[in-house]
């Protein structure tokens, strides 16, 4: 923790706590300070075993953020962490934020491909919203490794596949 201010440093003791209330006004101060450092604590607690009153804080503070150092921090923690039932909700704060996750595509497409429905609907909408921001390069390694996995891409998701085909340049 030697890369953490002493306020991060505090944060990050209370967030490992148990106490909801201490929590609670942590994530207020979070929000406020804008220090998106502490994000990879805050996305360990989207889990079962959180108190569903603070991860749905957590979820609507990702989804507020503007901060584009963010993205990083939050595409890692999307790849490294099982969020189970909540991936979907992890998913849609990232494309509800409005940051630019177009360095990330490939994360999302393997979403989109190994997830759930849910999950996949709103890996969909991050790659779509961050098409405009893509580099050349980008979207062909996701159209790439989207031809390569067609085949895993279940009969529920076909019609979104063709879509997001579309979406990436592909007629």
Request: aromatic share 10%; net charge negative.
């Amino acid at each position: 923790m030697e890369n953490y201010n002493l306020i991060e440093k505090e944060w990050i003791n209370i967030l490992k706590g148990s106490d909801p209330d201490r929590i609670n006004t942590t994530l207020h101060e979070i929000r406020n300070s804008g220090s998106v450092k502490v994000l990879p604590f805050l996305l360990q607690l989207i889990n079962k075993n959180t108190d569903p009153q603070i991860r749905n804080e957590i979820l609507i503070l990702l989804s507020e953020l503007k901060s584009h150092e963010a993205v990083p921090l939050i595409a890692e923690s999307l790849d490294k962490h099982d969020f189970g039932d909540y991936l979907p909700a992890v998913i849609a704060a990232c494309w509800q934020s409005g940051l630019d996750f177009s360095k990330y595509l490939r994360v999302f497409a393997g979403f989109f491909i190994q997830a759930d429905y849910r999950a996949a609907l709103e890996a969909f909408t991050v790659i779509e919203e961050s098409v405009p921001g893509a580099n050349d390069m980008d979207i062909t390694d996701c159209l790439r490794f989207f031809r390569d996995a067609e085949c895993m891409v279940t009969d529920e998701k076909l019609p979104l596949f063709r879509e997001l085909m579309k979406v990436l340049g592909e007629s």
